[in-house]
């Protein structure tokens, strides 16, 4: 039987985790994850757990994706007992995963052939700010009517940007913008030091200014940057993961790229030290790294 209130959630990592919070005191969830610590933990604050994404597709009308990447997506809709081998007519798989916007709409084509719909949603926000979230919509509006009021417990704001793999366009050039963000203020802090203002200093001052410079994401980079400290929020291999997917949806359209290819050289760099499953902050080191060795 189908609970037509109840939402699949698939993907019990950092987003994936909020939102179940997030959803469980407004709506049922069930949910499934490879992680059987992750299913535990969904358990006990009140989720009920699937067997398989098959089974999970017969308990609910729509699921939230929240995966890693593409391949994972592609996976849960054509693999063994996949979300599409459960689906009743009409079921609505909603992809929150930052992905390519080629695969969106091959995923599109793939739940319209046996029935279902696709939307794809990628986040625009941080874990702790669910509820607070940007959800930029690719594919159909009238099945993003369906299922809004479900997204708009998560999101402040849930957008329409246009056909599918749209959704995802928005999400990679924000991502685009995040990481030069990202790179300038940890070259930034390193040039500081060796120039002799020092990065704490230097930054005290920035910040202090309120100038056009500063974002909530310099805010949250500084003090990583200033303590060296890189307890992991958005990790580099992620930040590499969407740097590649957005230089290769601009190659599939033959779009010559200058930022981006210079921010895959820094973080292919830092990657290439040991950084790549700690905070995007970590990035100062490479620069500090690279800075040492010129001034020596």
Known sequence: MVHTNDVGLIGLGRMGSQAVERLLPHRGVVVWDLSQDALLRAKERGARLAGDPAELARQTSTVLLFVPSPSDVESLLAGESSLLDGAPSGY??????????????RFHRMAGERGAHYLDAPVL????????????????????????????????????????????????????????????SAEVASLGDILGVGRE??????????AATVSPLLRSLVPKMVARSYEPIFTL????????????M??????????????????????????????????????RRLHGARRH
């Open 237 to 248: 291999e992620l930040l590499a993961k969407d740097l590649r997917l957005a230089m290769q």
């Open 201 to 210: 200093r230097l930054f005290d001052v920035i910040l202090a200014s309120e």
């Open 125 to 184: 926000g941080r874990p702790e700010k669910c509820g607070e979230w940007t959800l930029p919509v690719g594919g159909d509006p009238a099945i993003l009517a369906q299922v809004e009021s479900v997204l708009s417990i998560l999101a402040r704001n849930v957008t329409h940007v246009g056909g599918s793999g749209s959704g995802m366009t928005v999400k990679l050039l924000n991502n685009l913008m995040f990481a030069a963000i990202n790179a300038i």
């Open 250 to 287: 601009c190659e599939e359209r033959h779009l010559e790229t200058v930022v981006p290819r210079a921010l895959k050289t820094a973080v292919d760099l830092a990657l290439a030290q040991g950084y790549g499953d700690q905070d995007s902050a970590s990035l100062f080191e490479m620069y």
């Open 92 to 105: 609505v798989v909603v992809d929150m995963t930052t992905g390519e916007p080629g695969a969106s709409e």
